[in-house]
């Protein structure tokens, strides 16, 4: 299993948004249902950071990528992110009832 966290600020006028466009993402999720896909989004307090964990069964596949509503949140991230994007692989260490255990 391969493990990513994902962590940004937006621009405070376009927090809405992105989170509109993320919330897209999990609608189309939720339609098609891929297999080997764990993926969970979380807006922080302060209303503009956003962490995305994604973590995929098979560590080659890319399931995200392909979804048409991925891509629109992916079209103008410039535009929404105040930089730098933070990304990592990360090695789970515990969990308890988050990735479907």
């Known amino acids: 299993m391969s493990t990513h966290i994902i962590q940004y600020e937006v ?3 376009q927090a ?4 509109r466009l993320v919330e897209a993402v999990f609608a189309q999720l939720k339609a098609e249902k891929p297999e080997g896909l764990h993926y969970a989004t ?3 307090e302060d209303g503009v950071s956003f962490v995305h964990f994604v973590a995929y069964d098979d560590d080659d596949a890319d399931l995200l990528r392909p979804l048409a509503a991925f891509q629109a949140f992916q079209q103008n991230a410039g535009d929404r992110i105040i ?3 933070r ?3 990360a090695t ?3 969990s308890y009832g988050f990735l479907g255990e």
Request: charged content about 30%; overall charge neutral.
């Open 11 to 13: 621009k405070p006028d």
């Open 42 to 44: 979380f807006r922080m």
């Open 87 to 89: 990304r990592g692989a």
């Open 16 to 19: 809405d948004e992105n989170q």
């Open 92 to 94: 789970l260490v515990g």
């Open 83 to 85: 930089a730098p994007t």
